[in-house]
């Protein structure tokens, strides 16, 4: 909260990300509404004044010190607040894992609970339908606690477990042969030394440097630490002379970081993960062989804080980046820990890790400070990172373990680009390539083994369900594919799981718009153009919508509807990338017809459909043999990383190879940008083989 700009005695919620300014209801206005500013996904000046909503009271609460108990039913834990705390403060304190895409500015729906008991205070939202009141729904960010409450998450919104795409037999055996040798970081050598005598008296340290020498490890740049030392006459005596020593090295150096009796071979084990800002994925792998002993994932807990990067980086600033990081390292020791169980093994065996993430997600995990990525001309405070111990961090696998960061390049383009790099080659290739990893910003490379050019353009969460009405991850009961009968305008479609719908992710979006598009219940513009008699047309409020599910066919027992603010959402989204596909193509002279390869990869489960995406323009009318969809080449990055040195030593240098072009004030960017925003495009002549009605 803060003073408004022009009113310094109103204190508002309400502020222009890019500008960092206060705004109090009346003076709500974007600064900059013609340009494409990076902040806007969760920017909620734009939002509201976008929106035209002036429904929220501002005026600070008063402040009464009488304390309450919240208890959250389905998830069984408790938070003590203060009497007019709000729900989501409750769920964030008791680490009840609820969304809250819009970081508690009771713009976005999705943190909804329902109250079984006590008193609550909730300000009037249209977020509600009447149904839901009568269950005793509320908007958790905007409900005040006014007793001891208890409360549950809805069904509906509960999260379900992610899919994991491409962890089966085939990819692994893919996965597995991308890797020539295996090089730890951290290796245990098992050592027979030769037992002191008055002719070999040379101390316990040069006794193991020796047995270390002889094995044909170079000690000449090799260093140990005081707690080792200390122990190390008890311990070399402890097994007749039988150690292992476990060596980590470094850059140009390695560490003896600690030595235990008995020299019998430990079966050691390494973890991959992939921290997204949605969604985090682990893979426990066997370190003698490579293989994926166990792959878990799980929705990332900041979700509590805010759907994209910048809201994470404002919710560390007011409540500390320590809680952020407890987040998402509570997630991550909570997959490590079903992959343990899952594989039967014990965690002291996992002595090797690579994290692989955005540039945000990394300085929160690892308690960096990040204010500077959000504030021009945004810094990041650590690009490339030296080698951690798994303890310095907080993750639960053997302490000493050896943690390699993938490094990123710049604030908006991190280690998760750098993996699908390595992952898909292109920096090796004399091919001219176009990446783009479609999530929550948009990042785009393109170059190929000779130069690489990397931008990030913001397209927002929209992909991912962020900003649309029933919009949600591929995971159960998400529609991931979806056709319309040209005629009935009836949708056919596929859903997660085989189970009733409950949501639609990014693959469902993209083909739904596509197939409005082509059978004319939408114009180019994104507006509805339905006869209002049709039973798949819904009215409501200002907005026109079409019913993809009604009630009786979901598992939410409401219709799962299409909006117009939907579509809009989406096609600001595709805009965006496919703006910045154009301007990185002219910063080098080039365009779409000298492109040899597009790959994409990002979240969309296992099925993305290329023609739909080039239909809604999200994707450049190229031959479709030139594409290929890769799933997530973030965590299969941080597999090759996790198993060879060589790779990374080649994430290094993908990072400090790539230049990175800025968008937030690139006026060509803004110019692409609006001419996108359209279904194609303003230009026709871009797509040549889609015909709409
Ligand atoms: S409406 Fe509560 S977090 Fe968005």
Redesign the pocket.
Known sequence: MGKCINHPDRETNYMCMKHNKYMCEECLKCPDPKIHCKFRPSCPVWFMDKKGGKDIDNKPAKQDKKKFNVIFQTENKKAVVEKGATL?DAARAADVPLN????????????KLVVLSGKTKSKPTP?LNDKEKEKNYV????TTVESDVTVKIPEEVQEKKLQIAGVGKKVTAKLKSLVKEITPMLINIPLKLEPPSLEDSISDLDRLNRGLDKSGRDTSRMSIGMKVMRELAGTMRNDNWNVTASVVKKKCSSEVLKVIPGNSKINSLGIAIDVGTTSIVVYLVDMENGNILAATSGHNRQAACGDDVINRIVCAEKDGIKKLSAMVLSTINGLINEAIHSAKVNRNQIDNAVISGNTTMTHLLLGIEPRNIRREPYIPSVSAFPIIKAEDIGLKINPISAVFIMPGPASYVGGDIVSGLLYTGLHREEALTLFIDIGTNGEIVLGNKDWLMTASCSAGPAFEGGGVRWGMRAEEGAIEKISLDSKTFDPLFAVVGDVLPRGICGSGMIDLISEMLQTGIIQPNGKINMDSSHPRYLHNGDEKAYIIAFANETSVEQDIIFTETDIDNIIRSKGAIFAGFIVLLNQVEMDFSMVERVIITGGFGQYLNIDKAITIGLLPDIERSKFKYMGNSSIAGAYMALLSEEYRIEATQISNNMTYIDFSSNNEFMDEFTSALFLPHTNMEVFPSVKIK
């Open positions: 989501l809250a895409s819009c970081n508690g500015k009771g713009v976005c729906g999705t943190c977020l908007i958790a960010c905007q």
